[in-house]
């Protein structure tokens, strides 16, 4: 009676357990891959809005500092978003019949708010504060991007836990001056390893242990 | 058997399993327990008499962690068919984290209002009044959703605190079950028709000048209110107003009357006080002008940290077991109508000219210490008479603070907070029989005082009612008055209208509203509005228009000279203000814009402090009438069994009935939740072969109610307690079915006590108490000594360590905390027991209500709970009260048992648990020693109804199913301090940052910070030779340590052991069962 497996059998089946090894870390990589991909963290999407509001004209073309409108960002949780009277302060001299900006008008006339679609949306057992981190030299564009560039506001980093603890773990790789949280484009007067450490001590930001506790952002 | 078989048998033994009743079903031996209380080396305290009785049932309950079914399989079918819908489960238990975020929108204000910053909370100070007594509140506001009530601490009455009650309102105020539209016979109609009623019924009354109307509210201490009425009374003369509070204080009344021939309030100042004898006197947490304000007063007495400082003494004789009975250092259970007999005996020794009596026999020693003590302590003593008890003892009382020197020193004179004081029982009598006899054609019932509950029974006010033509009744809910009207008409809740209300020293708060009317209600003034010339007005241009011309002492001279007055104020003569000499002002008369400009400024003022400084009434000096002891008179002795009517101490009257924070409040000396019961004491339940949960047809008065019964320690031999207000039919979904209807048994002749007889029914009753829920299991954690003992021994604490520690042994690395680190102190010999903080935590942070079932399988999501321990002998144990919300343990045993990580510690030394992190094992509760921990067997919290979603704190997350959760010290408060101080650059100061918990504290019992600060007040309070950790032989090293209980009994007196110390076992010196380890 002949061999049931040829000789082969023995060299793929070395293979094969090989391969199984290596199927499963592909299939880890793919899983992993998709986590943290777009598809998943809602980044680089762009969402349709009431108006499609350009921070690239408001902010890079017409140079209106992030503050103008996110007016809580220095004091509370939330940044703010405008109300529409923000709006009309300059909508009623400038652009005040164009089509385009109806839903506007429409909503100071009516007294009904615009319901804007959150892009940058952290899960409801994330309590993030804007103040804190603005105070503690976290620069507009550390979390947000190239604001100035955007026509439509995207989502442009992954905003997951893993992202966070990145500056959680290490603030010095990214914090700036003061002065210069809303510049967009900014460029540091010196190289960031020596310019990081020297603000995080100025600015008393906390250590290791404490920013990676729990109960700073989930309760 | 069929799987499917299988599995619907198992469903049914958890819902109906016979074993969960087990404490209840099992007879307890009265007799054995007495033995075993007496018996040397026997439990020195206790949680219930189930556990001193050790009932088998008691020990499997005891060695179970949550009741049959809820922790374990053991069942081999129930175990196939559990793996068989778990796997299908599990195999999809991946898949639910796969959910796409839902699309979430952002919706901005289009004109921001001045001062909201999206995310930062403001507050407003207003008002909440309760039994015709306001005080004040400061209400969070989110975005303009009112979240959360503190205490205003600027107002005389609150100075920070606030009650349970007040607490609970922010639930009410969202309750989906409130009434949402004005109906007539149950059609939906418009506003303007209740106007055209109004107006239609006022014509029809225009011939006889209102002969036939009649207006009903609740006890108005509203002074625009008032005067609204008056002036409707002005245009209708022959109307008549009616107020009426279930449970109303026309004993005090008629008591201050014989003493003093008018009406007054007697305040008393217990700060001041050495000695205090309450006679059936529950003002610590249910009675008085001001109960936050004794509390506050009466535990700054009970502070000592080393031998020098002294302590007041407090007696109580009562005969329910009431919360204040709980503080008493002596205390004396009696019928209620023996009081009138101690309270003779005791003004006889002490030299109350014409007052003689007999102590009832028993209490001669008693009466002859009281009284001694009180002669002791002239001027520093005080004598306080219950609203339950008749007007003699008030009278006598008032005679006896007159005779020890305490009227004028520890006890002043007031007017009434109410602006009419009425005798409410004869109103509500005369206005049944002028209905019965057909001279009232319209009736206008305001308020939440719900007559056709709370009437009393031999009125059958129900029956007269429906004898008047029109009927037109506003409330927040359509209750059972709201059923039998022809109009209905939802009121707006105090958070939803403008008013205003004096507190019970006559300061005056502006209540300003937090929201518009969830449900388009109607304040009271809009329509009592509606029966003046003026029927269309707001309330808030009547309240304004009333306070514009009203003289307010020490506000802006300008408004004194604009006082034209469109709306008269008439108040009766026994509460005009005592208005002091200096509001005269002579003001130049200013021109009308001034006058405008400083009223606005006054009002503004008004509303930003929470009240009107200067209202307050001045006290009188009244003279004792000579002949005081001939105009007393006496009182019936009940003989044989008495009954006690009580309003109940978590649902007020019922007007919280439907509210489940509190339905679901232990209540503090029983633990009973959900239900009312016949509260009897031991005696009563061995002469009548009673045990808890047998229901008894109580017979008083010729009328029959059949209620089970709660045994309770302490209570009065011979008396049964009923709290009124369950049993409703028309609360909501909350409330109705609860409990049972004790108004239907109370009668005129004997609104607060009264004969009764019991028959045993043999039928029995699930009670659901949480006495012993999270039982420490037998170890003794609470700590007491004598006054004397503490001069003595100030460290006694320290003695009754188990095994003194090395602290540094220990398999854990030795970690150094720096920085804040955060600790709680409470202080056993503050703590009253009211439990506020209980419901102050649940707004704060989110907590569910599981509902009677779920807490029978100790399914209750309380945070913070309150042990209740008896000591001492079952007929006049001493009462113990320790709060305990997690220990926040430095070496926690709950963070090495979890396998995910869920539970860890932050750098400030809490002991955070990470709900997104949990996956449910429950081993951290398990290895919690102090059983704090709590887990969402269910869905407990609703996601659905959105009105509950505006109440919620939206800095606290809200845990679903599956997830464990605890005490956090309230980190979002500690958080928002921490981001705030580093905003600006600075530490974070002491006091900034204030738990749920301490913030409600009338007692200050509960003090939070910065234990690495040796300045800030924890941080002292640890270093007080009465500061001990419980079970610290664990090397746990908890954050929150006690303050051991120093009591102060008089030596005269016998008195319970004081407890504490390494030989003191509390339930039992084995263990539970074999192999209960948990």
Not at chain 1, 151 to 168: F, T, Y
Not at chain 2, 167 to 176: A, F, I, R
Not at chain 2, 535 to 556: F, H, L, Q
Not at chain 2, 787 to 801: G, H, I, W, Y
Request: aromatic letters at 8%; charged letters at 20%.
């Amino acid at each position: 009676m002949s061999q049931v497996f040829p000789k082969s059998a023995n060299a793929w089946s070395k293979a094969s357990v090989l391969a199984i090894v290596f199927v499963l870390l592909g299939l880890g990589w793919v899983v992993l891959t998709i986590q943290r991909s777009d598809f998943v963290t809602s980044a680089n999407q762009f969402v349709e809005q009431p108006v499609q509001f350009s921070h690239q004209h408001h902010a890079g073309g017409v140079g209106i500092d992030c503050r103008y409108c996110h007016t809580a960002v220095e004091v509370s949780a939330s940044a703010g978003i405008p109300p529409t009277k923000t709006c009309i302060n300059c909508h009623s001299q400038i652009w005040s019949t164009s089509s385009y900006l109806e839903p506007v008008r429409a909503s100071f006339r009516d007294d009904k708010p615009l319901n804007w679609v959150r892009v940058h949306d952290l899960p409801d057992f994330v309590y993030f504060n804007h103040s804190i981190h603005v105070t503690k030299g976290v620069g507009c564009e550390t979390c947000h991007g190239r604001v100035d560039k955007m026509p439509l506001m995207i989502q442009k980093v992954s905003l997951q836990m893993e992202w966070c603890l990145n500056c959680h773990r290490d603030p010095a790789q990214f914090v700036r001056p003061r002065d210069q949280i809303t510049t967009m484009g900014y460029q540091p007067a010196m190289a960031q390893a020596e310019l990081g450490p020297r603000l995080v001590k100025e600015y008393k930001i906390a250590g290791l242990e404490h920013m990676t506790s729990c109960s700073v952002c989930h309760r | 058997m069929t799987p499917i078989q299988i599995t619907r048998a198992a469903d049914d033994a958890e819902n109906t399993d016979p074993k969960a009743h087990r404490s209840m079903s099992v007879p307890v031996d009265l007799q054995k327990v007495r033995a075993r209380l007496e018996q040397q080396g026997g439990p020195q305290v206790w949680r219930s008499l189930e556990a001193v009785a050790e009932t088998t049932e008691f020990k499997d309950y005891l060695h179970r962690e949550f009741p049959t079914n809820a922790s374990e399989w053991l069942d081999p079918v129930g175990r196939r068919s559990f793996m068989k819908l778990m796997s299908a489960s599990m195999a999809l238990a991946g898949v639910t984290a796969c959910t796409v975020q839902p699309t979430e929108l952002i919706v901005p204000y289009v004109r921001q209002p001045e001062e909201v910053i999206p995310g930062k909370p403001l507050f407003f100070a207003t008002a909440m009044t309760l039994g015709g007594v306001a005080s004040g509140v400061l209400v969070e506001s989110h975005e303009g959703r009112p979240t959360k009530i503190e205490g205003n601490p600027d107002h005389p009455a609150s100075q920070g605190a606030t009650d349970l009650f007040t607490q609970g309102s922010v639930l009410t105020l969202y309750d989906p079950d409130r009434s949402q539209t004005i109906t007539q016979l149950g059609e939906i109609r418009p506003w303007s028709a209740v106007i055209a009623a109004v107006r239609g019924g006022l014509s029809a009354q225009s011939g006889s000048k209102g002969a036939g109307l009649r207006i009903l509210t609740e006890t108005v201490n509203s002074p625009t209110l008032a005067a609204q009425i008056q002036q409707v009374l002005q245009l209708q003369p022959n109307a008549k107003w009616i107020q009426w509070e279930p449970l109303p204080r026309d004993n005090a009344r008629a008591g201050a009357r014989t003493a003093f021939g008018e009406y007054l309030e007697p305040v008393y100042d217990l700060s001041k006080a050495d000695v205090i004898l309450s006679l059936d006197a529950d003002f610590l947490a249910s009675e008085g002008a001001s109960n936050l304000r004794y509390a506050r007063q009466f535990a700054g007495r009970r502070r000592v940290e080393d031998s020098a400082d002294n302590l007041n003494r407090l007696y109580v004789v009562e005969s329910n077991h009431s919360v204040t009975g709980g503080r008493a250092d002596n205390r004396l259970p009696l019928k209620s109508s023996q009081v009138e007999a101690f309270a003779r005996a005791v003004a006889q020794q002490a030299g109350v000219a014409g007052v003689t009596g007999s102590a009832p026999a028993g209490s001669e020693p008693y009466a002859d210490a009281v009284a001694k003590d009180l002669m002791a302590h002239r001027g520093r003593a005080v004598v306080m008479a219950g609203d339950s008890q008749p007007p003699a003892v008030h009278a006598i009382a008032h005679a006896l603070n007159a005779a020890i020197g305490a009227a004028g020193a520890t006890v002043s004179y007031l007017p009434t907070p109410e602006v009419v004081p009425t005798e409410q029982h004869a109103a509500l009598r005369e206005l049944v029989t002028e209905i019965e006899a057909g001279r009232v054609q319209m009736l206008v019932i305001i308020g939440e005082s719900n007559p056709v509950l709370s009437a009393p029974a031999d009125f059958k006010f129900a029956e007269a009612m429906s004898k008047v033509a029109l009927r037109i009744h506003s409330g927040l809910f359509a209750d059972e008055t709201a059923t039998l009207s022809h109009w209905h008409v939802p009121s707006a809740h105090y958070l939803e209208a403008w008013g205003d209300g004096r507190s019970f020293d006559g300061t005056v708060s502006i209540v300003q509203p937090l929201i518009q009317p969830l449900y388009g209600g109607k304040s009271a003034h809009e329509l009592i509005a509606t029966l003046s010339d003026r029927p269309e007005r707001n309330g808030y241009d009547v309240v304004r228009e009333y306070w514009t011309s009203a003289k307010v002492p020490g506000a802006t001279a300008a408004v004194a000279v604009a006082a034209a007055t469109p709306i008269a104020v008439t108040p009766a003569p026994a509460s005009a203000p005592a208005t002091p000499a200096t509001t005269t002002v002579a003001a130049p008369p200013a021109a009308p814009p001034t006058a405008v400009e400083a009223f606005e400024k006054n009002w503004r003022k008004w509303l930003h402090d929470g009240f009107i400084a200067g209202t307050a009434f001045a006290p009188s000096a009244p003279m004792l009438a000579p002949d005081v002891a001939t105009r007393i008179t006496a009182g019936a002795v009940v003989d044989g069994l008495e009954i006690n009517f009580r309003r109940d101490e978590t649902i007020y009257d019922g007007r919280f009935a439907n509210n489940g924070w509190l339905q679901e409040l232990p209540k503090p000396v029983t633990k009973l939740t959900w239900d009312n019961a016949a509260l009897i004491g031991p005696s009563t339940a061995e002469a009548n072969h009673l045990q808890t949960g047998d229901i008894v047809a109580i017979q008083h008065d010729g009328r029959t109610l059949n209620v089970p019964v709660w045994i309770t320690p302490g209570h009065a031999k011979d008396a049964i307690t009923l709290s009124v207000g369950y049993g409703r039919t028309k609360a909501g979904r909350v409330g109705n079915g609860c409990g049972f209807n004790t108004y239907a048994l109370r009668g005129s002749t004997a609104p607060w006590f009264g004969a009764a007889t019991i028959t045993k029914t043999g039928e029995t009753y699930d009670l659901v108490g949480t006495q012993d829920h999270w039982s420490i299991e037998g170890r003794n954690i609470i700590r007491s000594a004598t006054l004397e003992e503490f001069k003595a021994k100030p460290t006694f604490v320290k003695e009754m360590e188990h095994l003194v520690l090395d602290k540094r042994i220990s398999l854990y690395a030795d970690k150094e905390y720096k920085g804040d680190q955060w600790g709680m102190a409470i202080d056993m010999n503050a703590c009253t027991g009211c439990s506020a903080c209980i419901i102050a935590c649940v707004a704060e942070n989110n907590i569910p209500v599981v509902g009677k079932a779920q807490v029978k399988r100790n399914r209750e999501m309380h945070w913070l709970r309150i042990d209740r321990y008896f000591a001492g002998n079952l007929d006049t144990p001493d009462t113990y009260y320790q709060p305990m919300p997690c220990q926040q343990c430095e070496n926690a045993p709950c963070e090495v048992v979890c396998p995910v990580a869920a539970t860890v510690h932050s750098d400030e030394g809490l002991n955070d648990m990470v709900y997104n992190r949990c996956v449910g094992t429950r081993y951290c509760s398990n290895n919690c020693p102090w059983k704090v921990r709590r887990f969402n067997f269910l869905l407990f919290a609703d996601f659905n109804t959105p009105q509950f979603k505006l109440q919620r704190n939206p800095d606290v997350t809200v845990r679903s199913r599956g997830i464990m959760e605890k005490c956090t010290y309230c980190v979002q408060r500690i958080n928002a301090a921490r981001i705030q101080a580093k905003r600006e650059d600075r530490s974070i100061r002491d006091g900034e940052v204030v738990t749920a918990c301490q913030a409600v504290c009338p007692t200050e019992a509960i003090v939070f910070g910065n234990i690495n600060d040796p300045n800030s007040r924890v941080a002292k309070l640890k270093s007080s030779p009465r500061n001990y950790t419980t079970l610290e032989d664990l090397n746990t090293r908890p954050r929150t340590t006690y303050l051991a209980a120093v009591r102060n009994p008089n030596p005269a007196l016998p008195s319970n052991p004081m407890v504490g110390g390494h030989h003191a076992a509390t339930e039992s010196h084995e263990p539970a069962a074999p192999g209960g380890g948990h």
